[in-house]
């Protein structure tokens, strides 16, 4: 069974910054696509930072030039490195993957439980 932890969150000032990190484990033969999203109280979850299919990023408008999105393969993790952080970037900030456990299965989207961020004097 595949698991998608998240780590990284927390409470910072506005202007501060935070790393999240996503780690994948369990029977994992391809991933497709894998990014991050959030939540905030009372709204929809939204795309914050993706890499897709094609191994390019995209990027919410809401983020573009502040936060950025990377990964490692070879640890099967994601990382989002967020800087200048505002109080509207307040959410839980979930990881997604799409991943095929085996050769025979077919392309699964896959939740981490997600991690509070907190933006506040």
């Known amino acids: 069974q595949v698991q998608l932890v998240e780590s990284g969150g927390g409470l910072v000032q506005p202007g501060g910054s935070l790393r999240l990190s996503c780690a994948a484990s369990?029977?994992?033969?391809?991933?497709?696509?894998v990014g991050w999203y959030r939540q905030a109280p009372g709204k929809q979850r939204e795309l914050v930072a993706m890499f897709t299919s094609g191994g390019t990023t995209r990027y919410a408008d809401s983020v573009k030039g502040r936060f950025a999105i990377s990964r490692d393969n070879a640890k099967n993790s994601v990382y989002l490195q967020m800087n200048s952080l505002k109080p509207e970037d307040t959410a839980v900030y979930y990881c997604n993957a799409v991943i095929k456990d085996t050769a025979d299965t077919p392309f699964l989207s896959r939740w981490g439980r997600g991690t509070q961020v907190a933006v506040s004097s």
């Open positions: 369990g029977s994992i033969f391809s991933i497709r696509e």
